[in-house]
T-cell receptor
């Protein structure tokens, strides 16, 4: 049973380019969460999605950032026109639909470096 | 502002000693979780304690929760060099809408010296 998968693991972009980060949740999980971790800091919630729906995007920057979780395929976090301040580790987590489960299962993260 | 704040921010101990990390939070919670993160890696879930529980054990880990003081502690007994990592507490705000918004602290960096 594969865990949460993220790719790429490392991504280097120049300022102004686009970054696309992908997350495949664990099998049977329909809830996906994205977090950002700046160096030497904790994880900051960005967005929570279910299949084809954004449920909570209160942690997403208002501009340049978007997320989707289509009916088929992985969840995508998209950052347009990246700036140096976007350099961080981006983690995806997933959880099953059951209300009884509180635990989120994390992927290994994508480390984005903006030159 | 951060919901959870770990204390201390860094801790260095000798192998075999016990390590205690604390976490304080501000608002009411449904549960509190502890995660470990090895350098440059993802997070590993260690233990979850619910708001109606006071103590929980898992192997060499012991977690306590004091909701009146809004604080939790993580104790690692008989530490090993492999326990060297950052440890985060995360508070779960409830299952409204069928999901749990988890808020992380900034973490405690634990170094276990062989």
């Amino acid at each position: 049973n594969a865990g949460v998968m993220q790719n790429p693991r490392h991504l280097v972009r120049r300022r102004g380019q686009e970054a696309r980060l992908r997350c495949s949740p664990m099998k049977g999980h329909s809830h996906v969460y994205w977090y950002r971790q700046l160096p030497e800091e904790g994880l900051k919630f960005m967005v929570y999605l279910q299949k084809e729906n954004i449920i909570d995007e209160s942690g997403m920057p208002k501009e340049r950032f978007s997320a989707e979780f289509p009916k088929e395929g992985p969840s995508i976090l998209r950052i347009q026109q990246v700036v140096r301040g976007d350099s961080a580790a981006y983690f995806c987590a997933s959880s099953p639909p059951s209300l009884a489960t509180d635990t989120q299962y994390f992927g290994p993260g994508t480390r984005l470096t903006v030159l | 502002s951060q919901q959870g704040e770990e204390d201390p921010q860094a801790l260095s101990i000798q192998e075999g000693e016990n390590a205690t990390m604390n976490c304080s939070y501000k608002t009411s919670i449904n549960n509190l979780q502890w995660y470990r993160q090895n350098s440059g890696r993802g997070l590993v879930h260690l233990i979850l304690i619910r708001s109606n529980e006071r103590e929980k054990h898992s192997g060499r880990l012991r977690v306590t929760l004091d909701t009146s003081k809004k604080s939790s502690s993580l104790l690692i007994t008989a530490s090993r060099a492999a326990d060297t990592a950052s440890y985060f507490c995360a508070t779960g705000g409830g299952n409204s809408g069928g999901y749990q918004k988890v808020t992380f602290g900034i973490g405690t960096k634990l170094q276990v010296i062989p």
